[in-house]
């Protein structure tokens, strides 16, 4: 027999096993800036990409964070790519830090330009993705009740690329060693390996 529950009568278990089975999830290190032009940087993991033509990818926002007001404000974000290096710098943006803080200068992160967006992308990170802000979806749930949660879509505009990480023509992700988020508050995993499997014709 499965260990079965349902969520709204609690799991059972001493931990809550959602984020454990949803994983690993790839962090979206989301930069933006305010229309008053004060910078921020925090990691999401309930993040993804939703579409390739034309890339969309989306973070969701569980309280009225900085990120969400700013995308909301201003209709852009730029995704960072966190790897295995970047871990210690991501954390420490991950601070609940008044809105007047600069995440950067907290985590001693250097700052480089987008091309189409204001927000600052993270100059160390291998890619980076310009986001214009597509739709801001107030998640509510069964009985249409609000979840307090807020999926921000984006579509992509512009990609930065170190050119370290491209080899013979594909970015190199095993390479360049994502970070991942996994179960439990502090589980993290690194892609540094992949496999090749190939779909049936
Ligand atoms: C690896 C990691 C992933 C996170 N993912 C999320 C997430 O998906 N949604 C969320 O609301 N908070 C998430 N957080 C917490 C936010 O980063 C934190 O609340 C932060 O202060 C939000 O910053 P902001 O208000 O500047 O946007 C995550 C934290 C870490 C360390």
């Not at 799991?11 to 910078?39: E, M, N, Q, Y």
């Not at 991501?90 to 189409?116: K, Q």
């Not at 879509?153 to 080899?167: E, S, T």
Request: with cysteine; glycine share 8%.
């Amino acid at each position: 027999m499965t260990h079965f529950y349902e969520p709204a009568q609690g799991h059972g278990l001493a931990h809550d096993p959602f984020k454990a089975i949803i994983a690993p999830r790839p962090i979206g290190w989301i930069s933006t800036i305010s229309a008053g032009g004060v910078v921020n940087l925090a990691p999401y993991s309930f993040f993804n990409a939703f579409s390739s033509r034309p890339p969309i990818i989306g973070f969701s926002s569980e309280k009225l964070g900085d990120s969400l007001a700013n995308a909301r404000e201003t209709g852009e974000f730029v995704f960072n790519l966190v790897t295995e290096d970047l871990a210690q710098a991501m954390n420490a943006t991950s601070a609940s830090v008044p809105p007047e803080i600069d995440e950067f200068e907290l985590a001693g992160l250097e700052r480089a330009p987008c091309r189409l967006v204001r927000a600052p992308r993270v100059a160390a990170s291998p890619a980076s993705l310009e986001c214009r802000v597509l739709q801001v979806i107030d998640l509510t749930d069964l009985d249409g009740a609000p979840t307090g949660s807020h999926l921000v879509l984006g579509q992509v505009v512009g990609v930065h690329i170190d050119p370290v990480y491209i080899v013979e023509g594909r970015f190199d992700t095993a390479g360049a060693r994502p970070l991942a988020r996994c179960g439990y508050l502090a589980d993290y995993a690194v892609v540094s390996e992949l496999f090749k499997l190939r779909r049936p014709a």
